[in-house]
């Protein structure tokens, strides 16, 4: 374990965006963990995970600790149910695909998300119907003061949509070294909701789909709309769909019938921040070396030169515009660094 001075950060954030650590360490365990924290006890610190969920606007003048403790564990199971512990560190889509290699249904749907599985209680990442509190059991994670672990069960966590304790009262105080998922090992709840999977399944003529097929059927739809980011720097969906008020959502309808929409409830209705972008002429743009991907408008890209600040002045462009046009405000997915 050693510390690098004035360390890129180029090929930790799938941006690609080459900004410097004034610091940088990689931790394999949670003994390593606990020493350079207790070693660097007043120094600023920033915790990288898969760098898949955030934007580098400048160098980080800190201590940055990448997270790359692995391992998978299952810790109890029966007929019906199996509860996996995973390492902080796992690749979250080859973990995905583990769990389907052994028959355990529930994060299909959420194949080919870029990260790591440590992040994924941070946003309560989802996808295609499903997201991660459906499985959630536990996580761990260590009190950046105290060097302690603690486990935060799911209410502890208080997910919301792309929401947690974390990125709220508890953001910048602990670091997630495991999650526990709680999946089925048979009687499999297929969730084939959305419309892109069951028309990839139809195409594949698979009637009575597998876990497998789901997961197969969701990397085939999110190849062809989102760039890999080791071809296009990216962070996947950079924007959040926004949740609006139905007396809003029926006042913007009335001016653009064809609106796209989804109900969330008697009172919200959610509204495809994509579709908004497209519509205000965003698809496809290139401004320099950042620009909005030309299949997927909810992803903004980085052609090889862009800066973070280059990108982040771009994304506002875009959220000034869909305001303008349908008086909703879009918000940034991704943590802005």
């Known amino acids: 374990m050693e510390i690098l001075d004035n360390f890129s950060l180029k090929q930790y954030n799938t941006f690609g965006i080459d900004a410097r650590a004034r610091r940088f360490v990689s931790v394999h365990n949670t003994d390593e963990l606990t020493e350079v924290l207790r070693q660097n006890p007043s120094e600023a610190k920033f915790i990288l995970g898969g760098g898949s969920n955030m934007l580098l ?15 998978k564990t299952i810790v109890s199971e029966d007929d019906g149910f199996v509860e996996v512990q995973c390492n902080a560190g796992e690749n ?53 003061n105290t060097f302690e672990l603690r486990t935060f069960d799911r209410d502890a966590c208080r997910f919301g949509y792309r929401e947690s304790v974390f990125k709220n009262e508890a953001k ?32 594949n003529n698979i009637s009575t789909p597998t876990l497998r097929d789901v997961s197969n059927a969701v990397i085939a739809i999110r190849k062809s709309k989102l760039p890999d980011p080791a071809e296009l720097g990216n962070s996947g969906s950079f924007f959040k ?25 008697d009172t919200e209705v959610k509204v495809p921040a994509g579709w908004l972008i497209e519509q205000a002429g965003f698809k496809g743009k290139r401004f ?34 869909v305001y303008d046009i349908y008086g909703i405000r879009i918000e940034a997915e991704v943590n802005i660094i």
Not at 57 to 71: F, S
Not at 109 to 135: C, F, H, R
């Open 57 to 71: 606007t400048r160098d980080v003048d800190a201590l940055v600790i990448h997270i790359d403790i692995k391992g």
């Open 92 to 144: 979250w889509h080859e973990f995905v695909l583990w769990t389907i290699d052994h028959g355990f249904g529930g994060l299909e749907n959420m194949s080919l998300i870029p990260g790591n599985v440590g992040t994924t209680p941070v946003q309560n990442i989802g996808a295609y119907g499903t997201e991660i509190k459906d499985t959630f059991v536990r996580c761990e994670a260590m009190d950046i």
């Open 172 to 203: 910048g105080r602990y670091i997630i070294t495991s999650v526990t998922f709680r999946l089925t090992k048979s009687n499999h709840k297929i969730n084939t909701s959305y419309g892109d999977i069951l028309a990839e399944l139809a195409k």
């Open 288 to 321: 320099g070396d950042a620009g909005v991907h030309r299949n997927q408008a909810l992803v903004l890209v980085n052609y090889g030169g862009a800066t973070g600040a280059e990108i982040l002045e771009l994304s506002r462009k875009v959220q000034q515009a």
């Open 241 to 265: 769909n926004p949740v609006i008020p139905k007396t809003q959502f029926d006042a913007v309808q009335a001016q653009f019938p064809d609106i796209k929409f989804f109900p969330v409830s």
